[in-house]
């Protein structure tokens, strides 16, 4: 077995291109959080409003001439949308296997797709970063960091804080809470489940898009960009415990790491290359490695 | 068994083997397209077939089934030398059993899992599968592989048949879908069979009845990954190629769709769910460019209207004629 | 004169009239072209383009190929290899196509081959480089009109030495084009005197590109020679400037960077220098009549090279079709008469190697302003070396 290490500074550098793809996971995982950490619905069309998103930022943006007007529209529509979407096919699938939701949601794929295709076509675009956050900052004499990066860190974090006190510390959360683990009793006690679940559905959608808006400066804007994040996405829920948005975050950022180094470090079995060759298997193999550890994830609850 | 039940099963018997007898026929009504189209949709029923084997009467959800299927045809093209034939009967029992090896070793990781995390772990052990041939360089790569030659199926020096010849490969297929789908409905039968249809109804109960429940689903996995393994050598046998798409999870989708679309846990809805997959895929393409729209709107309906699929409409109608 | 002579002299001018309407029978049959194409999925552009340009090419020769009508028989090949025998199968066995053309996945067109090889099927590849379709599995019924994957990539390396770089890296996705096109690289790059430092690659689609920049970064090699296409080039240059790392480290690529997404790549693609077959810019008639016409038959879209070969597809058909009288029955005429053909492309004229790829000239362009800009041939008649084709 043979490794190749890394010299200081560029391991430094290496860690910080780890936290920030982490944290650019969480971002694009944190709709699906919602959605099937805590209202146990598997949307497997989640990248493709990931996708829907970067298009409306694409195209909001060129017609508003502002991607921060363009984010607050395109949110808006999103919502829109996924209350559309829950009302029409999400409600009519909660009390069924999953096996139906994996379906419904596989054929959603399918048809947000060429609706895309119809409305804008098949080309790859790209959106401006804005001018205030264009500058890099130079990190070695070769190498610098464009500040906008740093910036969805920022936005990553500051998302990952306010989700985790919304649903922990509001009122709002606990009746989310309270409805996704006993539906009778939030009856009961008033609340008007229906409408908390197609307003949390709708968020999920909402942060789907947002996370495809805020990336599409970096990412670009091509068909099929959802089919790409939707699996890891579910990686990252999955490792992290469904329905734990800490679960979440340390998973989108081991995963970040896994990738990261998995990329660049040069690994050796009995003169076999393992590294960086089979990089593109290192994500699964953490997940399986977790998953057979513990189960139910990171932090997620125990199964009783 | 009471007297409605063994009508009912009699009636199915017959069906069956009017459908058999139709599908032995269509060599002498089609022409060598719908030959080659209907040995398609049948290596499709198999590998559906076998998913609903665990996932209709097991209970176990997985989306990473084409890993056994596509694994198994990769057995063929390292099988095969590249100007010779290999051996019809070694190389299918060597992938036959490369996948079912496979299907236990996962099997037993795996299932100690269920549910959501379940469908997770098997997709990402498909798509760990799926990036081992994309990117070794033992597996020729994205590109995959090709089968110069297919397989002779000589037997002690007897060869009873020629699989170059379409026909010749459409009545071997068919005739391992039968035995297959004949030995399902067997073992489903028996006490194994039984106690596996017990445990996806209420698995804690079976557990307290005595019953070795993982064992139990280990088996079935493993059998489910061996018979998925013979239509992905079939599949690879038919093309003359195999590449890393036959592992991806686009197609354990695909087959998932197939089983619910004809009904999970009926012994016919899978295959059934296959040909009009195939077909609608046929039909839709001949009609517009953005033909996965229909596929699409067809999937949706299935869910939300059709939980049972295609064998609950049937059921539906045998029961308000025996009413 | 004899009764019976005259029977004879009438039978033989009667067979003699009746010869020609015999051969414009098989004329008046409408000759079917199978086109396996991506139309949706990430290549969905790609395909359309291909088959605008071929249509174009059809329009042009009067709507008849060799004085028969065209009939075009779609199948959306969804760039999925695992559908791509039973798609190819279905123009084939089904539709009875006489001449079979795709596609753009490589995976797919290594299944077309098959079919094509054992159905001994005309096969025309119109896009995807696969250098064993015209090399190990070269066949008389195989032709490509666009590119090997090695062809491009080979005088990048002399063209980074003659500028002074004598290390680099080499950057690209873990799958066979871009190993098709590093091979090519190295060789033409070593050839020149170079030594590659390092090969890079990434799973492919992965597009988390910062990893493998900041590698470069602390390789500090003398330039950067990577192979991307589509949504991927378009990340790979931005991250590539963003990093700091383009006024720093020069970047050079396979053509595919700039192709098609050079809008989309804005500023940051700026003075960039591909090699490839084709460039928007060249300027000979020959180009400004093609690109001209095509944006006229296409509700404006604009050609690319994917369109160019999708064009030429149509040149060299309409050439070959004319040359045998429309007539597909003597398959050893057919190919010589493809064999021979010198396409008038819009790239430049150019033809068919031995094993069945074009001989052709390939430009270094400098991006300018969102257009490729022609800085000159990096290679003038450049012949695949088709390793392994018994042609």
Redesign the interface.
Known sequence: MRWLALPFDTFAIQLLNAVQYGLLLFLVASGLTLVFGIMGVINLAHGSFYMIGAYLAWSLAEHFGNLGIAIVVGVALSLLIGAALEWLFIRRLYDRDHLYQVLLTYGLILIVEELRSIVWGDDVHAVPVPDWLAASIPLTDTLSYPVYRLWISGVCIALAIAMAFVIQRTRIGMTIRAGASNREMAQSLGIDIRFVQLVVFAVGIALAAFAGMIAAPVSSVFPGMGNQVIIICFVVVVIGGIGSVKGALVAALLIGLVDTFGKVLELEVAGIPVLPELAGMSVYVLMAIVLLWRPEGLFGKRAP | MSAPDKARHLRGVVAALVVLALLAAVPFGLDKFAVQFTTRVLIMALFASSLNLIVGYGGMVSLGHAAFFGVAGYVLAFAAPDYEAANLWISLALATAVAALLAAAIGALVLRTRGVYLIMVTLAFGQMLFHLFHDGSFSGGSDGRYIYVRPSANLFGWTPFDLDRHVHLYYLVLALFTLAVAGMAVMLQSPFGRALQGIRVNENRMRALGFATYRYKLVAFTLSGALAGVAGYLAALQFGVVNPEMLGWHLSGSALMMVILGGMGTLFGPALGAAVLLLMELGFQALTKHWQLLTGAVVVGVALLLPRGLAGIARLATRAADD | MHDDTRRRLMLASAAALALPPLVARAQGTKLRLGLMLP????Y??LG?AIENGLKLAVAQAGGKLGGREVEFVR??DES???K???NV??LV??DKVDVLIGSVH??VV??MV?VAR?TDTLLIIPNAG?G?ATGA?CAPNIFRTSFSNWQPAYPLGKVMIERGHRTAVFISW????G?EAAAGFKEGFTAAGGKIVKE?????????F??????I??L?PDAVSCFFS??GA??FV??YA????KD??PLYGVGFLTE??L????DDAEGLLTTLHYADSLDNPRNKAFRAAYTKASNNMEPDVFAVQGYDTGLLLAQALDKVKGDLSNRAAVVAALENAVVDSPRGPWKMSRAHNPIQDIYLRRAEKGVNKVVGVAWKALEDPARGCKL
């Open positions: 139309y949706t999925g990430t969905a552009q359309v199948v959306d999925d290899p695992a791509a025998t039973d199968n279905r066995t089904r490589s995976g290594m299944a098959k054992e696969a064993a599995l873990k799958y066979a084009a190993e890079l690659y990434l799973p492919f689609p992965n597009v988390e910062q990893a493998l920049l900041t590698q970064a602390s500090k589509g949504a378009v990340k931005k991250d963003a990093a700091g790392l720093k480290i098609g997404v809008h989309a790549q804005g």
